[in-house]
């Protein structure tokens, strides 16, 4: 798949309705440009508070998270423009999964900063702020 000016008319003309990128890549295309594109999800590195509620505000938004050493989805979070966090939340478990959160000594702790210290499961209720 192309990247660059050309993506977003392509995009178009193939009438693609579902787009899962990486934020930097989403924040270079005017959201006017992809009006055939339902439902967004973005991955792979933070998404900016002022990425997911220019792109949520007329498009199903998700921003997921996965541990790097899998390359897989582990969480996601729905985004919506009303919601005011300071942060994009990495979201929650996905449907049989669980999440565990190391303690501060772990060396991916400070570099994620996890609010939260506790195992989490897919029926919990909380967000894991990275």
Do not use: H
């Not at 977003?8 to 005017?30: A, D, F, H, Q, R």
């Not at 669980?98 to 989490?120: A, D, E, G, H, M």
């Amino acid at each position: 798949m192309k990247a660059g000016p050309d993506l977003p008319g392509l995009l178009t003309t193939l009438n693609i309705t579902c787009l899962s990128t990486v934020p930097t890549l989403l924040n270079t295309i005017p959201v006017n440009e992809l009006p055939t594109v339902r439902l967004i999800i973005v991955g792979g590195e933070a998404c900016s508070r002022e990425l997911a509620n220019r792109w949520s505000a007329n498009k199903l938004f998700f921003n997921t998270y996965g541990p790097t050493e899998a390359t897989v989805v582990a969480t996601v979070q729905l985004c919506q423009p009303k919601l005011r966090q300071e942060r994009v939340p990495i979201g929650v478990p996905l449907s049989n999964y669980r999440v565990y959160v190391k303690s501060c000594t772990c060396w991916w702790y400070s570099l994620c900063n996890f609010q939260y210290r506790q195992q989490f499961e897919n029926t919990c209720s909380y967000n894991l702020d990275c």
